[in-house]
């Protein structure tokens, strides 16, 4: 008996050992150059500052389309449909900022191989605030560097499942539009979603993560995490666990703080998926003197530090689509519109 359960147990620390190497492999593939490669382009002037309906935020959602499509990563459509189209009307009718034109989230899909039904949803804003007084708002950190985030990160998960290391749960990459209207997009999404939100397990959102704020000058290997901890346990324990195993970057929670006055846990994609009592992560590098400014651009991105944070989320979801339990809700409450 005791060399049976010798047995079993070396069975099991050989598999932790062979999912962590695995997931080491597929990070390494997350580069500081190809993140500045896509960045230069999608951040640049001829996408005109990616205004939510207006055709620089048109053209951005087909260079996340063509993206995909290269790559072969599938739209969960089933078909070359990439596209979640949001009317004027339904956008207008939501929006603080007046009438706005037809948009759309752009999203792709890994299917799981072993619980397809439970889905991680991976999300940033692919919109900005396009261009005032003749001037672009490059949108470089806000929301660029979450966009090419998941770029990468879809990419890798990609190159392990063509390999025969899908992950076992779906994954969907989800880039809303008009967050900067009132998180719009991700509104959307939740209230028409393309897959059930009770089979939604959680939501990891990028929202700037290329910068370093005016708090870590001196010590710029940080991210802040915000609401990893408002609805699961599991969550946050997950995400402690996985960064101290693999990426060893000072998780900062001060705007994770109820009382915060930034309310930063509000302001941002997640918290449409957080309403619905689906446990999220939000990641951040806070805000910067080119936050909201035409000179928020791409050669002020610190693309080593934006690719380590981005392997932290790649490292997170694996864990999340791997493990044997779907994580536990346990801090469930009626959240509020705002």
């Known amino acids: 008996m005791k060399n049976l359960l010798y047995f079993f147990a070396v069975l099991i620390l050989i598999g932790c050992s062979t999912s962590k190497e695995i997931s080491k492999k597929y990070a390494k593939t997350i580069t500081s150059e190809e993140l500045k490669e896509h960045l230069y382009i999608y951040a640049s002037d001829e996408f005109e500052g990616r205004n939510t309906g207006e055709p620089g935020q048109k053209k951005a959602a087909k260079y996340l389309k063509d993206f995909y499509i ?13 596209y979640q189209t949001i009317t004027s009307e339904w956008l207008s009718k939501n929006s603080r900022r007046g009438d706005l034109k037809n948009s759309e989230n752009v999203l792709a899909f890994i299917k799981g191989t072993e619980k397809p039904d439970e889905i991680i949803v991976i999300s940033a804003h692919l919109d900005h605030v396009g261009t005032k007084n003749g001037e672009i708002y490059n949108g470089a950190d806000d929301d660029g560097s979450g966009t090419v985030a998941i770029l990468e990160i879809a990419q890798a998960f990609k190159k392990a499942a063509k390999r025969g290391k899908g992950p076992k749960r779906s994954i969907l990459f989800l880039h809303v539009t008009g967050e900067e209207k009132g998180l719009l997009g991700s509104k959307y999404y939740t209230e028409n979603p393309v897959f059930p939100l009770k089979n939604t397990i959680c939501n990891l959102n990028i ?132």
Do not use: C, Q
């Open 207 to 338: 929202d700037m993560i290329g910068r370093i704020d005016k708090f870590h000058k001196t010590d710029s290997n940080y991210v802040y995490l915000i609401g990893s901890d408002k609805l699961s346990t599991d969550l946050h324990k997950i995400s402690d666990s996985i960064n101290k195993k693999f990426t060893n970057i000072n998780l900062d929670y001060r705007y994770n703080d109820e009382d915060d006055p930034n309310r930063f846990y509000y302001r941002s994609d997640h918290y449409n998926f957080a309403k619905h009592n689906i446990p999220v992560i939000f990641y951040f590098n806070g805000t910067h003197e080119d936050y909201h400014k035409p000179t928020d651009t791409p050669d002020k991105i610190n693309y080593d530090l934006l690719a380590k944070r981005t392997r932290l989320v790649f490292h997170t979801a694996w864990e999340l689509a791997n493990r044997k339990e779907r994580i536990v809700v346990d801090k469930t409450k009626i959240e509020k519109d705002l």
């Open 70 to 82: 290269k790559h072969k990563i599938n739209s969960p459509n089933g078909n070359d449909n990439y």
